[in-house]
């Protein structure tokens, strides 16, 4: 007998199910290549890999999260690319169904009581009128969950979750701290990326999708989108960013950290420029006002806001940098009787004159294949909603517009108040203010252009917002975590400081 057949025979008696259930995969796999082609063989394929990444999730919980974290930023840019045979927004979904559930499986460890705040009764009341509108059929075309289902998952459901989500798993300084320095590690490499394609150039998928869209090719002029959905998604994204890691390069006390953000804060103030989004820069403005508005203090209020002023004066009364084609068009947002913004003002109109007969809107995941071409209710649906809001607009009603910006109001004025009045730690403060100013910055951007919902702003934005009910709760272990950091920081210096004397004898 053989050496070679003696191995096998001893692997297979010692790991006997594991390589009978192996080869079996192989041959089902094989003959799903043979008869249904290469999505069932990939199927089948990756089967013995998703068994391996459920005990890892299983066993280290926070894999999963950033997994989830992970599949977040980067869905967008994979699916350009590599075409995926499943809905993209159902793998975030299972993800997210997942972490909630291993939580629940161990919800001794967990703090589910920290979800019971303002901002989840506020979701749980956008959440109660969305199921009433399951019931909504102002186009006459009947009532069906599954399309329901489909449209309230992406407007309601994954709103809740990532407030569960944020809440349940990141819940320590150090996790706090992972998760900011984990979302700017992602933000740098959409810099990168977008600097790629600026000096370098497109990919194919990449060039094929703007010289197919006429708002990202115009006059010659190239929008960027980086990783993301498109650019004016990447221009908000990364104008909310920039203004949440100015706050925290300037509230923490942890030089590391400070300096880090702070290289952040600039390369994504230079990315968001070439997005070709005015609404970034707007939005970009927006969220230095609500840090400048929170921060409770009149050293930063005066030296940041002589900076901002300065900052602002160049950009609308001088013309600096306007040789740079991105420079001009955000100058652009300042202009009343830019043409481009005049067009959408056209297009609110022509949907108010129809949107009066549907209070409650055309239906939660109506899109226009839904509705039959002789319903005047098809035209509501044709015409370019140009804003997040529009859409919720016309899919809900001047009703549910109402009820969705009355609990935004009430989630963000509460957030303002605990970062006010709840916080002490002034570092800790930072990070509260960085989360609310990045989510008033989102729904700045998200008035003008239909990028609210889109990935990965639900999870960061509405999660970061998520957070900051539950820092008051963290201060008395943030303040343990900051001082073994600052103590670690003046053991370096004085180690450094040490060895460059000894050097000079």
């Not at 096998?8 to 799903?32: K, M, P, S, V």
């Not at 927006?286 to 005066?302: E, T, V």
């Amino acid at each position: 007998m053989s050496t070679k057949a003696y191995n096998i025979r001893n692997y297979t008696r010692e790991n006997g199910g594991r390589a009978l259930t192996l080869l079996l995969l192989f041959f089902l796999a094989i003959y799903n290549f043979i008869n249904s082609g290469y999505n069932a063989f990939v199927t089948v394929t990756v089967i013995p890999f998703l068994v391996l990444a459920a005990y890892v999730f299983f066993k280290y919980k926070m894999s999963l999260f950033w997994t989830l974290f992970a599949v977040n930023f980067l869905l967008m840019f994979t699916v350009r690319h590599f075409p995926i045979p499943i809905p993209i927004s159902l793998t975030n979904e299972v993800l997210e169904l997942m972490l909630i559930g291993l939580a629940l499986l161990d919800v001794s460890r967990y703090r589910f009581g920290d979800t019971l705040n303002v901002m989840l009764l506020m979701l749980v009341v956008w959440m109660v009128f969305c199921f009433i509108e399951l019931f909504n059929d102002s186009c006459g075309i009947g009532i069906d969950v599954y399309r329901w289902y489909t449209g309230a998952r992406l407007m309601c459901f994954q709103l809740v979750y990532a407030l569960i989500i944020m809440t349940v798993y990141v819940n320590t300084p150090d996790k706090i701290i992972r998760l900011l320095v984990v979302w700017a590690c992602f933000i740098l490499f959409a810099v990168f990326w977008v600097w790629k394609q600026v000096n370098i150039g497109l990919t194919d998928a990449e060039r094929s999708f703007i010289y197919n869209s006429p708002s990202h090719y115009m006059g010659g002029k190239i929008r960027y989108m980086s990783c993301f959905s498109d650019a004016a998604n990447f221009g908000v994204h990364l104008a909310a960013a920039a203004a949440a890691f100015v706050t925290l390069a300037v509230h923490l006390r942890v030089t590391k950290y400070r300096l880090f953000f702070t290289v952040v804060a600039v390369l994504a103030v230079w990315a968001f420029f070439q997005s070709g989004t005015r609404t970034a820069l707007i939005c970009f403005i927006a969220g230095l006002f609500i840090f400048l508005a929170l921060c409770k203090s009149r050293k930063i209020l005066l030296s940041a806001g002589t900076v901002f002023a300065v900052f602002l004066y160049i950009l609308i009364f001088t013309t600096i940098g306007n040789s740079n084609a991105q420079m001009r068009r955000m100058r652009t947002a300042f202009d009343k009787d830019d043409a481009s913004m005049n067009v959408r003002d056209v297009n609110k109109a022509t949907l108010r004159k129809y949107m009066t007969e549907a209070p409650w809107g055309v239906g939660i995941g109506v899109e226009t294949p839904d509705i039959p071409p002789y319903n005047k209710f098809r035209l509501i649906t044709d015409v370019p909603p140009d804003s997040e809001y529009v859409y919720i607009w016309v899919r809900t009603g001047k009703v549910g517009l109402t009820v969705f910006i009355i609990t935004t109001v009430i989630m963000f004025i509460g957030a303002c108040i605990v970062v006010l009045f709840r916080i002490k730690s002034r570092s800790l403060r930072g990070v509260g203010i960085a989360f609310t100013s990045a989510f008033f910055t989102l729904h700045l951007g998200g008035y003008a252009n239909q990028i609210l919902m889109q990935f990965p702003n639900v999870l960061i934005f509405y999660g970061g917002l998520a957070l900051v009910y539950v820092l008051p709760a963290m201060e008395g272990k943030w303040e343990e975590w900051e001082a073994r950091e600052l103590a670690i920081q003046e053991d370096r210096k004085r180690q450094k400081l040490e060895k460059k004397r000894a050097s000079r004898v």
